[in-house]
């Protein structure tokens, strides 16, 4: 496609109810990444896949959240019973890293999460 | 580990000024080095990068030199707009793993 997508763009859903967060990154890109932005804060790596597999999960912040890559496409993020301090804008970003190195990462335009 | 420190802001400009947003670092090896800018409402978007030591990236008026010897990467425009205004984030990237800074607002005043 023309660049990432997520979806939904926006979820408001209720304390301890699971959500799943979707990614499609740029056609032909191998490399994903999730990251979490807190309001008026940086961006906080979460993980990151090379094709379907997953070297780098040490950002998950708990074992309420994973992730999965299939087709070396599409992504989902998946948080279960969730928890008021996972409300935050969950950004996805694919790159085509040249010779094992990282690259320019390309965006999403997010989806915000608001657990009530 | 390696790690981005970049001013805290928010930055407050008049139209025309002079910015500057001072950007260090800590890396092991040779990182790649980029800044990301986030318009209102809009997701993250490269701005300019450097590959190496005494590269320059520019890009929109905006430039940043790679600087190994002061583990610097600050970025520069001599003249802002208001459409500047944006939150810019300093980042490093080595092997797989894009380390980004906490972020610097920029706010232009007409």
């Known amino acids: 496609g023309a660049g990432v997508s997520q979806s939904p763009s926006n979820k408001v859903t209720e304390k301890g109810k699971d959500v799943e967060l979707r990614c499609d990154p740029i056609s032909g890109h191998t490399a994903l990444y999730w990251y979490r932005q807190r309001l008026g804060q940086g961006l906080e790596f979460l993980i990151y896949?090379?094709?379907?597999?997953?070297?780098?999960k040490s950002g998950l912040p708990s074992d309420r959240f994973s992730a999965e890559r299939t087709g070396e496409s599409v992504s989902t993020l998946t948080i279960q019973r969730t928890q008021q301090e996972d409300s935050a804008v969950y950004l996805c970003a694919s790159s085509s890293p040249r010779g094992g190195g990282a690259d320019t990462q390309y965006f999403g335009p997010g989806t915000r999460l608001t657990v009530l | 580990g390696d790690s981005v420190t970049q001013m805290e802001g928010p930055v407050t400009l008049s139209e025309e000024a002079f910015l500057t947003i001072n950007c260090t670092y800590t890396?092991?090896?040779?990182?790649?080095l980029f800044w990301y800018v986030q318009y209102p409402g809009e997701g993250l978007q490269l701005l300019l990068k450097?590959?190496?030591?005494?590269d320059k990236g520019s890009n929109k008026g905006f430039e940043a030199t790679y600087r190994k010897e002061t583990t610097s990467f600050h970025l520069e425009k001599g003249s802002v707009q208001v459409s500047d205004s944006a939150v810019y984030f300093c980042?490093?990237?080595?092997?797989?793993?894009?380390?980004f800074g906490a972020g610097t607002r920029l706010f232009v005043k007409a």
């Open positions: 896949f090379q094709g379907n597999s997953a070297p780098d």
């Open positions: 890396a092991t090896g040779y990182p790649s």
């Open positions: 450097a590959t190496k030591a005494d």
């Open positions: 980042a490093l990237a080595g092997g797989f793993k894009t380390i």
